[in-house]
C-alpha cells in the first residue's frame, strides 16, 4: 500500500503550503516535499516508524532483512546494577583492578574511534555483589539477575562500545578485559562478513548516524543499531580502505588521550610535551598539534563517509543537519536541554584536547603536586623515552597509566622501591614487566631519585609564622622545587606566568583560595555527575592552615600521624609566637624596657596588639582543627578505598571550605549514619553492631561484608538468563 507523505518542517506558512501540497498530489506534481512510500519498507524497523525521509537504499536493504545482526554482527547492553558498584579508574587501588574490579564501557560523551574509560565495575567473585544486590532489590524476578546484568558470555571480550543517550553516534573500540553497562551498549562480530575496524569505520559514518537519528532520536538502544542496513556488497578493496581509516582515526584520537592527565593512558601533561623558554610557547605547540589532528580527523571523516556512501549506493554524504531540520520546536527545546548537558560532559571527557590555557596550566599545577606526593613519575617528563609502549588496541587497559611512579611489581612505587631508568627501558610496554634477570638494577633508591617524595601522602600550607620560613612540606615549597627541577633559571618566570594565567598573585593564593585549585582538581576528577577528587584539603575555619591529603595513602593511623606530625608542632610554634608577643604587649603597657629585643619590639603598639589577637585567633582555630581530627579518627575512621572517595571524605564535610564539595560530602555522611551506605566498609567500621544487625535480613549487605552465616534469608536459587522478549522491551524503552 502506498502512502503519501508531505513534510512541512520547513514552511512558515503551513497551512497555504500544505493546499498547495494536496493540489500536487492530486495532479500528479512531484515536489520535494511530498513523499510516495509503501509501507512495507516500514514494517522491518522496530517500532514502524514513518521513516519517510530515510535513503530509499537503506530503506530497501532494512525491508529485505539486509540488516547488522543478520551478518555475523551483534549488540547488546549489559549492566544495569546498582551504581554502588561504580567506580572511576583512580578510586580504587591499582592492585585491584583487572582482579575485583573491570573496567566498564559506560556510555558518556560522544566520540568517533577512541575515547578513555573512565569508569570500573565490582566484579570480584563474577559480580557476586551486584546479582546479590538485583536479587534482593527485584524479588518478583525470583532469582533471575539476568533481567539487570545481561550478556555476560561478551564480558572481557574485545569488540566495539557506544553510548546508547546521543543525538550523535559514534562508536568506539572496546579493549578486551572489560565490561560494559546499560549505558554503554557493546557490538561484537563475528567476522564472517566484516571485521572490527572496518565495522568501526561503517559504524561511525554519516549514513549510519543518519538512519539512526531518524529511527529512534537519541536514545539508540542495541536492538536499533542491530536494525540498521548492513550494505549487500562490501568489497575487499573498499574494506580495506576502510579498516585503514578507522586504525588511523583510533591512533589520532588516542594519541592526544596521552597528555589526558585522567585517562588510563597518560604519560604527561601536555604543556611538558615540549619544554619551553615560557608557557605560552609550550601551550601553543600543542595548540598546533591538536590543531594538525583535528584536520586530520576531519579529512579522515569525509573519506570516510564516502566509502560508505558508495557502500550503500548513496549519491552523497549525508549530513545530520538533514535531520536536525525537521525536528519540531517542542522536540528541539527538549533536546537543548539534553545536548547542553552532554556538552558539559564533554568538556570534562575530551579536556585533553582542550588548547585553552585556562584549562592546561590547571592540569600541569595538578601533576606537579602529583610528583610531589609520588603519584606520577617526573623523569618521564624529562626524558619521554623512558615512556613504555602503549597497549595496542584491543589489548587490556594498564592497571597503572605510564606515566606513573612505580615499584618493580609495575604498581604504584612504595619507599625505596622506585625502579630504575634501567628497568623502565626494559619494560616492553604499560602491560607487561621486564622479564626476570633481565634488568641488573631494578631499583634505586629515594635518594638517586631527581626529587624529594612525601611519601606520607602529606602536604601543607604552611609558609611558617612570619611567613619567611616554609615548613618542609610545604605546598607551594614543592611545588618551586619540581619548577626549579624541570625550567632550572626560568622557573621563576615560569612561576609567575603560570600564576598570571591563574589570575593569581601567587601559588599559595591559588592554593588557598577554596575556588582555586581544589575547584579546578575537583572538576577534572569528576566524571558522569561522580565526584572523585584525591587531593584533600583539609583546612581551619579561615583557610589560615591547610593540611592537603592523598586519598591513596589513607589509613587508620593517618589522621594521628598528621596530628603529631604537622598541627601540634605547628600549635607550638603558634603558641610561642603569641607568648612572645602577649609578653612585649604586657610591658610596654607597663612601661618595661624589653632586656632582649625580639622582633616585635620595633612595631607599633596598635599593630603589635592586632598581630596578637590575629595570632590567638590562630591558635584557637589550629585548636579546632586537632580536636576534629582526633574526633574523626576515633569514629574510628578506617578507610576503605573499594568504598570510593566520597565515603572515604564524608566524615571531613566540615574541614572543607569549597561549599559545593563540603555539602556533598555532608550529605553523603548523613546517608551513612542514617544507614542508607551500609555495603561499605566506613560503615560496619563506624557502626558494627546496626549492619550486622541489617545482615541478618538484607542478603546483599551480608555479602558486601562477608558476613553471609548472619542472614537468615535464605538465598534464591540464581537464574543467569532473563527472557529475550523482556530484554528487548527494557533497551526499547
Given amino acids: ?29 512531484a515536489t520535494t516535499s511530498i513523499f510516495v512510500m509503501q509501507d512495507d519498507l ?25 540488516v547488522i545482526s543478520s551478518n555475523g554482527i551483534v549488540a547488546r547492553q549489559g549492566i544495569g546494577a546498582s551504581a554502588r558498584f561504580h567506580r572511576l579508574v583512580w578510586e580504587v587501588p591499582p592492585s585491584v583492578i583487572r582482579k575485583e574490579w573491570l573496567h566498564m564501557a559506560h556510555g558518556t560523551s560522544p566520540a568517533r574511534f577512541y575515547k578513555p574509560t573512565t569508569h570500573l565495575f565490582l566484579w570480584a567473585k563474577d559480580g557476586e555483589q551486584a546479582k546479590t544486590d538485583v536479587i534482593q532489590r527485584y524479588p518478583y524476578l525470583k532469582g533471575n539477575y539476568g533481567f539487570k546484568i545481561q550478556a555476560e558470555e561478551f564480558y572481557k571480550k574485545p569488540g566495539l ?88 582515526g583510533w591512533c589520532l584520537q588516542r594519541s592526544l588521550d596521552a597528555f589526558n592527565l585522567t585517562s588510563p593512558i597518560f604519560v604527561i601533561p601536555a604543556v611538558l610535551k615540549e619544554l619551553s623558554e615560557t608557557i605560552e610557547l609550550s601551550v601553543q605547540i600543542w595548540r598546533d598539534q591538536v590543531a594538525r589532528t583535528k584536520e586530520a580527523l576531519e579529512a579522515l571523516q569525509h573519506r570516510v563517509d564516502k566509502l560508505s556512501c558508495r557502500l550503500y549506493g548513496l549519491t552523497g554524504p549525508l549530513s545530520r543537519l538533514d535531520i536536525e531540520e525537521r525536528l ?63 597497549p595496542d588496541p584491543f589489548d587490556p587497559l594498564p592497571v597503572c597509566p605510564p606515566g606513573m611512579l612505580v615499584g618493580p611489581d609495575g604498581l604504584p612505587a612504595e619507599p625505596n622501591r622506585i625502579v630504575s631508568e634501567e628497568w623502565l627501558r626494559a619494560r616492553p610496554n604499560a602491560n607487561t614487566l621486564p622479564p626476570d634477570g633481565s634488568v641488573k638494577n631494578p631499583t634505586i633508591p629515594d635518594s638517586e631519585y631527581p626529587l624529594r617524595i612525601s611519601w606520607e601522602g602529606v602536604l601543607v600550607d604552611d609558609p611558617g609564622f612570619n611567613g619567611d620560613r616554609p615548613h618542609r612540606d610545604d605546598i607551594v615549597r614543592r611545588v618551586r622545587e619540581l619548577f626549579d627541577l624541570l625550567w632550572k633559571d626560568k622557573s621563576h618566570e615560569i612561576e609567575q606566568e603560570a600564576c598570571d594565567i591563574l589570575g593569581v598573585s601567587d601559588l599559595r593564593e591559588y592554593f588557598r583560595r577554596p575556588a582555586g585549585f581544589f575547584q579546578d582538581h575537583l572538576k577534572r576528577y569528576s566524571k558522569s555527575r561522580r565526584k572523585a577528587p584525591i587531593y584533600w584539603p583539609i583546612s581551619t575555619a579561615s583557610g589560615s592552615y591547610t593540611i592537603w591529603l592523598y586519598y591513596h595513602r589513607l589509613n587508620d593511623q593517618k589522621l594521628y600521624m598528621v596530628v603529631n606530625r604537622y598541627v601540634e608542632p605547628k600549635i607550638a610554634e603558634v603558641q610561642k609566637a603569641v607568648d612572645s608577643m602577649r609578653y612585649a604587649v604586657e610591658a610596654r603597657e ?33 585548636r579546632d582543627l586537632r580536636e576534629e581530627l582526633l574526633r574523626i579518627a576515633a569514629l574510628p575512621y578506617k578507610p ?13 564535610h566540615g574541614l572543607f571550605r569549597l561549599r559545593s564539595w563540603a555539602k556533598d560530602t555532608e550529605d553523603c555522611w548523613k546517608k551513612l549514619a542514617k544507614g542508607d551506605f551500609d555495603w561499605a566498609h566506613s560503615a560496619y ?34 537464574k543467569k538468563k532473563g527472557g529475550r522478549g523482556r530484554r528487548k522491551k527494557e533497551a526499547a524503552r
Avoid at 590 to 616: D, F, H
Wanted: glycine residues 6%; hydrophobic residues 40%; aromatic residues 10%.
Fill in 42 to 66: 516500514f514494517r522491518s524497523i522496530d517500532g514502524c516508524p514513518f521513516a519517510y525521509y530515510a535513503p530509499l537504499q537503506m530503506l530497501t536493504l532494512s525491508a529485505r532483512g539486509q
Fill in 590 to 622: 607597663r612601661g618595661i624596657t624589653e632586656k632582649q629585643p625580639t622582633a616585635y619590639s620595633l612595631l607599633p603598639t596598635a599593630t603589635l596588639r592586632k598581630q596578637w589577637e590575629e595570632a590567638r585567633a590562630f591558635l584557637g582555630e589550629l
Fill in 1 to 29: 500500500m502506498d502512502i503519501i507523505f508531505i513534510n512541512l518542517l520547513k514552511t512558515e506558512d503551513k497551512e497555504s503550503n500544505l493546499q498547495k501540497a494536496v493540489y500536487d498530489v492530486r495532479g500528479g506534481n
Fill in 640 to 652: 576503605d578505598l573499594n568504598d570510593g572517595v566520597i565515603i572515604n571524605a564524608a566524615p571531613f
Fill in 161 to 248: 562500545c557506544y553510548g546508547k543517550r546521543t543525538e550523535d553516534f559514534t562508536v568506539q573500540i572496546l579493549p578486551s578485559e572489560h565490561v560494559f553497562s546499560f549505558e554503554g551498549t557493546a557490538i561484537f562480530t563475528d567476522g564472517t562478513f566484516i571485521d572490527e575496524w572496518a565495522l568501526l569505520a561503517l559504524l561511525n559514518s554519516s549514513p549510519v548516524n543518519y538512519w539512526l537519528s531518524i529511527v529512534c532520536a537519541e536514545h539508540k538502544a542495541y536492538n536499533y543499531v542491530e536494525s540498521v542496513p548492513f550494505p549487500e556488497t562490501v568489497g575487499d578493496e573498499t574494506v580495506g580502505k576502510m579498516r585503514a581509516a578507522a586504525q588511523e
Fill in 685 to 718: 567500621a563506624i557502626w558494627p553492631d546496626r549492619v550486622r544487625k541489617v545482615c541478618r535480613t538484607d542478603r546483599s549487605i551480608a555479602v558486601a561484608h562477608g558476613l553471609e552465616d548472619l542472614c537468615e534469608v535464605e538465598a534464591p536459587e540464581s
Fill in 328 to 390: 519540531t520546536e517542542d522536540h528541539e527545546e527538549d533536546e537543548q536541554e539534553e545536548q547542553e548537558g552532554e556538552e558539559q560532559e564533554n568538556e570534562e571527557q575530551e579536556g585533553v584536547s582542550h588548547s585553552d590555557t585556562s584549562v592546561l596550566i590547571p592540569q600541569l599545577v595538578d601533576y606537579v603536586v602529583g610528583v610531589a606526593f609520588g603519584r606520577w613519575d617526573v623523569r618521564i617528563a624529562i626524558d619521554q623515552s623512558l615512556a613504555p609502549k602503549l
